[in-house]
């Protein structure tokens, strides 16, 4: 049952406005108030504002009384409080301290660091309201910001009821409606601190690229890739102060999809500006494989040493350091490329991307739905054809090549989304996504096998790898073969599904829908 | 979380002293802490300033028509709520007795609490019932203050028999002295006596104090009014010593 909280801001013109508040108040109900104190408040969420879909809001409020402490108000109303030291943000979750905060969003974040969001500086005193017994029934804080503060918010004060006494505090915020100069909205002081900072929930996302079908191709698939482009921009920072290792993702898988769309849909574009990307973007690909290939190992190495059956997962730490400084060693040369110019002139290349007067290539497919249509069709024949022609003792570069054809397939789905039917689209996406999966397994587990093997021998070379770590690494390999193993059974099952006539036929109707 | 239990089948020994000012302490190291008033009288209630009233009363609560969550208020003090007293609890034993497997109707009403509270402490009226059994089997621990003298200590090796006995996981047994009366002979004799002679008993005695006495006065605990008294560093010591 979340306690109702209001939220009242003062009118700018209006100077008394908060004392007239609490003036009103003590005609009706016993108030007391504490001595103002100064207060820093900073607000922390994950770049994909995890906490925030999870209904949580963290604060580090910093003030002369009370220390550092970390508060955390869950959606029905708990908090939780934990005094911290200075902590250095963004801050990935073992940057944190034991303690109640940190265990109750451990699980939400994840891998995710934490990032300051919104701060403000404030005078607070917090108020009481007591009922005839003088027991506290609602408590509220008024706060105003410094005028030279960075954020400049209006004197606010905010009114939450005791656990219990919902009826009283309901009592209370109708009393302060009727005072002039204070008025009532519907966000709190941390939603407004967003927004005087200019974030809003959700700005990770970029904005939905709108498509019709009767629109021009060349101006649907410049959306895309302009939308691709944001994702770049927008997670740069973050990969270069190596945040967490989300940003590098994100920004690399972007970096995919437009280069899938340049290919798969270029050719309606007009060709010189699409060519001169393309070399970029097989670049900047490859350019950031080692880092993230490593950032794959190092995430994935507490399950596979849970898997071991004979070593101790400590056995594995020599590896781990090992992983740990080839990614220092890796991510130095990525941030160089990105600081370079040759990256500068890539992003401006992509900028320049479908805004050229320059007629685009001649062609037939002129709409955004035929050539969606066209492109899924093609995608999906590729797809059913080379599945049906693996056999038990197909060449594993078979089962490879099907993955990047799925891939091809995925991206201009997600592409061609809007255009799509979504219970329709859901259930396409679902059928390649099981493909995917196994297929992503087998190939997966055979790259990370060989580069266990590769790595122990490296190891083994310089002699950072003592014995149980080699044999250690020994049972990973083993692990990662029966997990390809595994795959390669599970393929002929999951190929089925989705060369069924039932998958066909909802493929179809996908497509049908896009032409429009 | 943690279920402790005020415990003791004589009145006015201190069980609802002790709940109160533990349940203060354990929220002030930052537990999220739960005191339920089982006491029909509602003294602990009266303590925290709450309105000995619950929507629906003791039957509402025992045959869930109504929910736990929504009787409970909040104190003065953070992290720490309480579960108000109602005088229809003076029927407990008839609307427990009623239910299936009575004795632990408890132990399952409270188990959805666990999510939100990491300590409970039960504040139990004196005399044997369903209420008290019941009690035993939702408890981790039983706080028993004890008066001194000798029978004090003959009733508690009953219960340490009787808690031994029960077809289930038995509840700890912290027994201490309460309201000890250093001017009088008999208790300091008392007390140094059998807390030599015993292990069974807790180091820490709360003494007869007159800031104890002062709690329905000033209705807080005594950590509040009295921060620097005797009693409430006993309180502390006591607490602290169930910690360890
Ligand atoms: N250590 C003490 N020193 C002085 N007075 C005390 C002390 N402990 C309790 N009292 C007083 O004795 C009375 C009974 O105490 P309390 O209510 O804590 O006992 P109880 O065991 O809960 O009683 P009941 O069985 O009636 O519920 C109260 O008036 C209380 O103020
Ligand atoms: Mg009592």
Redesign the interface.
């Given at each position: 049952?979340p306690d109702a909280t209001a939220y009242f801001v003062a009118d700018d013109a209006d100077t008394v406005g908060l004392a007239s508040a609490l003036d009103a108040l003590a005609q009706r109900f016993s108030v007391e108030q504490s001595v103002a104190r100064s207060l820093l408040r900073t607000w922390l969420d994950t770049d994909d504002w995890l906490l925030h879909k999870a209904g949580m809001v963290l604060e580090q409020r910093e003030s002369t009384t009370d220390g550092l402490r970390l508060i955390l108000r869950r959606a029905e109303g708990?908090?939780?409080?934990?005094p911290v030291e200075v902590i250095t943000w963004p801050a990935r979750i073992d940057a944190l301290p034991p303690g109640?905060v940190r265990a109750q969003i451990e699980g939400v974040v994840g891998i995710r660091a934490l990032l300051p969001v919104a701060s403000l500086r404030a005078l607070r005193r917090d108020v009481?309201v007591m009922n005839e017994?003088?027991?506290?029934v609602v408590r509220m804080a008024i706060e105003s910001s410094p005028k030279s503060g960075a954020t400049q918010l209006p004197d606010h004060l905010t009114v939450s009821a005791?656990?219990?006494?919902q009826a009283q505090a309901d009592r209370v915020t109708a009393r302060l409606a009727t005072v002039t100069g204070i008025f009532a909205v519907a966000t709190s002081p941390y939603e407004q601190a967003l927004q005087a900072n200019g974030r809003v929930f959700g700005d990770d996302v970029p904005t939905p690229v709108e498509m019709s079908a009767s629109m021009p191709a060349r101006n649907a698939v410049t959306a895309v890739i302009h939308s691709f482009l944001s994702t770049v921009e927008r997670t740069l920072g973050g990969v270069i102060s190596d945040i967490d290792t989300e940003f590098l993702h994100d920004f690399r898988v972007a970096i995919r999809r437009s280069r899938s769309t340049l290919k798969l849909s270029g050719d309606v574009l007009a060709s010189g500006p699409a060519e001169q990307l393309s070399p970029d973007l097989k670049w900047l690909g490859d350019l950031t494989s080692p880092t993230r290939d490593l950032d794959v190992y190092i995430l994935g190495l507490p399950d596979m040493a849970d898997g071991l059956q004979s070593a101790a997962p400590a056995d594995l730490d020599p590896f781990r350091d090992y992983l740990l400084s080839r990614r220092r060693t890796e991510f130095r040369l990525l941030v160089r490329a990105l600081r370079s110019a040759r990256f500068r002139r890539a992003l401006d290349h992509w900028r320049a991307l479908g805004l050229e007067t320059e007629p685009s290539n001649p062609g037939k497919l002129t709409s955004a739905g035929e050539l969606a249509a066209d492109r899924l069709s093609r995608a999906h024949r590729r797809v059913t054809k080379r599945g049906s022609a693996i056999g038990a003792d197909s060449a594993p570069e078979e089962l490879h090549d099907l993955r990047k054809r799925c891939k091809e397939l995925r991206y201009l789905l997600e592409i061609f989304r809007p255009l799509h039917d979504p219970a329709t689209h859901r259930a396409v996406l679902r059928d390649l996504k099981a493909l995917q999966e196994v297929l992503g397994e087998f190939q997966d587990s055979e790259v990370q096998g060989l580069a266990v093997r590769e790595f122990a021998l490296t190891m083994l070379s310089t002699g950072s790898a003592p014995a149980r770590t080699v044999l250690a690494m020994g049972e990973l390999a083993a692990q990662l073969s029966a997990h390809q193993r595994h795959a390669r059974t599970a393929f002929a099952g999951s190929f089925a599904v989705f060369n069924s006539a039932d998958s066909k036929r909802r493929f179809r109707e996908v497509t049908r829908g896009s032409s429009g | 979380m943690r279920v402790l239990a005020t415990y003791n089948i004589k009145g006015g020994v201190g069980k609802t002293s002790t709940a109160v000012n533990l349940a203060y302490l354990s929220a002030r190291d930052g537990s999220r802490t739960l005191l339920w008033d089982l006491d029909p009288q509602g003294a602990a209630s009266f303590i925290f300033r709450i309105k000995p009233r619950v929507k629906g009363g003791g039957k509402g609560l025992v045959r869930r028509t109504s929910s736990l969550e929504d009787a409970i208020k909040g104190t003065d003090f953070d992290d720490l709520d309480l579960l108000p007293a109602d005088f229809s609890y003076r029927n407990l034993d008839l609307l427990l007795d009623a239910q299936r497997k009575p004795v632990r109707r408890l132990r399952q009403l409270l188990r959805p609490l666990a999510e939100d509270y990491d300590t409970v402490i039960l504040d139990c009226p004196p005399g044997i019932s369903l209420v008290s059994e019941s009690v035993m089997y939702a408890a981790d621990t039983l706080l028993i203050p004890l008066i001194p003298a000798r029978l004090s200590l003959r009733t508690f090796d009953q219960l340490t028999d009787f808690v031994k006995a029960l077809d289930d996981r038995p509840p700890s047994l912290a027994a201490f002295f309460s309201m000890v009366d250093r001017r009088k002979r008999l208790h300091r004799d008392v007390v140094t006596a059998l807390t030599a002679e015993r292990d069974d008993l807790l180091r820490t005695a709360i003494p007869n104090a007159t800031a104890i006495e002062q709690m329905a006065e000033q209705r807080a605990p005594v950590g509040v009014f009295a921060p620097r008294s005797v009693a409430a560093a006993c309180y502390e010591a006591l607490w602290a010593e169930l910690q360890t």
């Open positions: 049952m708990r908090e939780h409080t934990q109640p009481r017994d003088r027991k506290t005791v656990r219990g006494y | -």
